[in-house]
T-cell receptor, first 115, second 112 residues
């Protein structure tokens, strides 16, 4: 199993450009998450998806959009990138069923710089 | 609002020492608590998951305990090695499909 994979690993954008970060998991997990990690701020949740076709806002959703069309994929979009979105982005997934809440697995991250 | 605190923010110990990392949370009504390790420039690796009904979990030289009533968890690392150097994060799950709430981590350096 590849676990959670993210593409690209690195990206440099100019202010105003758009892009999509891709995340895939092969563990048949129903829940998927997007976080950003900034120095001194820790991990902050951007969006999450409890199941295919559903998404919910996290702590810092402004400037982002997401798509969960397939169970194994969760896409994070930046419509008009801003320097404040320079960060490391992590995707994660887990399996939640009824009262069973299992561990989250993380991808390797995407380092995004917005100039 | 659930808050997770990890103290100290950084810790340096000589190789071979046993050590304890601390995690505290404000709302004791949690479903589970997870400890992660993060190496520089890498993603998070899950170390241990403790369900709310459990008191501790062990994996190799790692032992994590959970005291819900006091809002505390500890990660015990036995016989530390330079390869244990990393940032350790704890995170709690409140309920259902609510997301994990993370602490800011403890950066551990084990000196050979």
């Amino acid at each position: 199993n590849a676990g959670v994979t993210q593409t690209p690993k690195f990206q440099v954008l100019k202010t105003g450009q758009s892009m999509t970060l891709q995340c895939a998991q092969d563990m048949n997990h129903n829940s998927m998450y997007w976080y950003r990690q900034d120095p001194g701020m820790g991990l902050r949740l951007i969006y999450y998806s409890a199941s295919e076709g559903t998404t919910d806002k996290g702590e810092v959703p402004d400037g982002y959009n997401v798509s969960r069309l397939k169970k194994q994929n969760f896409l994070l979009g930046l419509e008009s990138a801003a320097p404040s979105q320079t960060s490391v982005y992590f995707c994660a997934s887990s399996y939640i069923a009824g009262s069973s809440y299992n561990e989250q697995f993380f991808g390797p991250g995407t380092r995004l710089t917005v100039l | 609002k659930q808050e997770v605190t990890q103290i100290p923010a950084a810790l340096s110990v000589p190789e071979g020492e046993n050590l304890v990392l601390n995690c505290s949370f404000t709302d004791s009504a949690i479903y589970n608590l997870q400890w992660f390790r993060q190496d520089p420039g890498k993603g998070l690796t899950s170390l241990l998951l403790i369900q709310s009904s459990q008191r501790e979990q062990t994996s190799g030289r790692l032992n994590a305990s959970l005291d819900k009533s006091s809002g505390r968890s500890t990660l015990y690392i036995a016989a530390s090695q330079p390869g244990d150097s990393a940032t350790y994060l704890c995170a709690v799950l409140l309920s259902g499909n609510t997301p994990l709430v993370f602490g800011k981590g403890t950066r551990l350096s084990v000196i050979a």
